[in-house]
């Protein structure tokens, strides 16, 4: 693929890069929806993504699934820490800032938090709240970061020599 489609389907390496070339008309229209692949849905640099073969732990409720989901909306790229912007700047959901977003009681929000904890589906290092990339990840690239949080979940689901490759890094 080339620099403009690239640039264009949103895999550049970073979010802050603007398309040098940005097609009009029937040009963009073919580029976004070739008809031997079907249409590009959703123009997103970091989607976040789910994998099939790593479910939610069997013991969560629907209730509890949800809120997860809810939480994974909060995400930030490369990172899967919980964050909001501040005066142009990702900063860290504090306990109390992620149960007003999810319309929970403070409370309850640590008791739920207590629980993926546990069930390390989230990890908290810092004050700062990180998901699992084993079943949620927005970005491309997974950093050595993300990778030690929760070594024991991607160990045992990445290729044997990505995890001697991070190992090698430490």
Not at 149 to 168: H, I, K, Q
Request: charged residues 25%; hydrophobic residues 35%; glycine residues 6%.
């Amino acid at each position: 693929m080339d620099e403009k489609k690239e640039l264009l389907y949103g895999i550049a390496d970073t979010a802050e890069e603007e398309p040098a070339f940005v097609p009009q008309g029937k040009e963009y229209q073919k580029l976004r929806f070739p008809e031997e692949r079907g249409y590009r849905f959703w123009l997103s640099k970091s989607p976040i993504r789910i994998y099939p073969g790593c479910t939610l732990p069997k013991t969560l409720t629907q209730a509890e699934k949800g809120t997860v989901l809810d939480c994974v909306h909060y995400m930030e790229a490369s990172t899967n820490m919980l964050f909001h912007r501040v005066n142009g700047y990702n900063k860290p959901l504090s306990v109390k800032q992620l149960a007003e977003r999810l319309g929970k009681k403070e409370r309850q929000t640590y008791s739920f938090l207590k629980k993926m904890y546990d069930l390390r589906v989230f990890a908290c290092e810092d004050g700062r709240i990180y998901v699992n990339p084993c079943y949620f990840f927005r970005g491309v690239y997974l950093n050595s970061h993300l990778f030690f949080l929760f070594e024991t979940d991607l160990a045992s689901v990445l290729p044997e020599w990505v995890v001697n490759r991070y190992y090698g890094m430490s």
